[in-house]
């Protein structure tokens, strides 16, 4: 079967001619000169005892017999180059248990995970939300994305963003009830993502309202959960620059001051040193330093509504 087919150097040559329609642009792709590619053209079709080519005209036009060539020459090549990044990728099947912070799985690992698994469909992932490091020394879980100061002993650890922090409202709630000075936040209620309120305290004293009186505010433990109620118009949430981007950009929830903190701690990604090895656990990792790479939207500050007047406004 073999010895019938017509030499591969020729048959690059004649695929790229093609699909260029110049000689010229077919030596440019495959770096040699005009002269080596026509030359291979010219074997091919001794070759083959035919005409591939109609040399007229500025652009080279296929005959009839380089019409029904081409369509199989171009899928064995493409053929060729799937099987050889098949063989270059690495062995990436079965199980991957994660564990998330609640807030960056809700608002931002799950509306993309559809890219991963297109990439990987022979992966099965096991998604859970926790911000537990415990995590990081079971068995059960393979790679961890935690909320924190990165610090945790006998791990791989990463950062995988910083964050900024900022006020965050329904736009149902701004219509209702507006939200233009820092007087008028005394009528809403704070929405705490953090358990000891030192997030919301680190943004007024940026503001220069720390004696701001509190006098309705609810704890939630996490931000997907003040997220969740800012979305419903409960009150005012401190969003951040990842899990309320996208938010922000759909129109969902509205920036109404122009000041954002640099949050207390980071996103890292991390996991057992062994499990840093595994190819299941690389490719998952790459996807996602990728991903926040690649889908990065506008800082939300930009996106603000109103401009803040805390200090003029007391």
Not at 134 to 162: E, F, K, M, Q
Request: neutral net charge.
């Amino acid at each position: 079967m073999t010895s019938r087919l017509p030499p591969l150097n020729p048959l690059r040559a004649f695929e790229a001619t093609a699909r260029l329609a110049s000689v010229s642009a077919a030596a440019r792709e495959l770096r040699v000169t005009h002269g080596a590619v026509s030359h291979q053209l010219r074997a091919l079709e001794e070759s083959l005892d035919t005409t591939l080519f109609e040399r007229g005209g500025r652009r080279l036009k296929l005959t009839a017999a380089g019409a029904l060539l081409l369509p199989a020459v171009t899928q064995a090549f493409n053929g060729i180059a799937a099987a050889t990044a098949q063989m270059k990728r690495p062995a990436t099947t079965g199980n991957l248990s994660i564990t998330c912070v609640p807030a960056l799985l809700s608002f931002w690992i799950l509306p993309r995970v559809s890219s991963f698994t297109d990439q990987y469909p022979d992966v099965t992932l096991t998604l859970a939300a926790s911000n537990d490091a415990g995590h990081l020394h079971s068995t059960d879980v393979d790679v961890c994305i935690l909320y924190g100061a990165g610090n945790w002993p006998d791990a791989w650890t990463r950062l995988w963003s910083n964050l900024q922090l900022f006020p965050v409202a329904s736009p149902s709630l701004l219509n209702s009830r507006p939200l233009r000075s820092m007087r008028d936040l005394e009528d809403h209620v704070l929405l705490h993502g953090d358990g000891d309120g030192r997030e919301w305290s680190t943004w007024l004293a940026a503001a220069e309202n720390e004696a701001f009186p509190r006098r309705r505010q609810h704890f939630m433990g996490d931000a997907r959960f003040s997220t969740e109620a800012a979305l419903q118009g409960q009150g005012v949430a401190l969003g951040d620059t990842i899990t309320a981007a996208k938010l922000i950009a759909e129109g969902e929830l509205i920036v109404p001051f122009d000041l954002s903190v640099p949050a207390n701690d980071a996103f890292y990604v991390a996991c057992r040193h062994e499990m840093r090895a595994a190819p299941i656990v690389r490719v998952f990792i790459d996807w996602l330093f990728a991903s926040l790479h690649e889908d990065r939207l506008p800082e939300p500050s930009s996106l603000a509504r109103t401009i803040l007047r805390g200090r003029s406004a007391r």
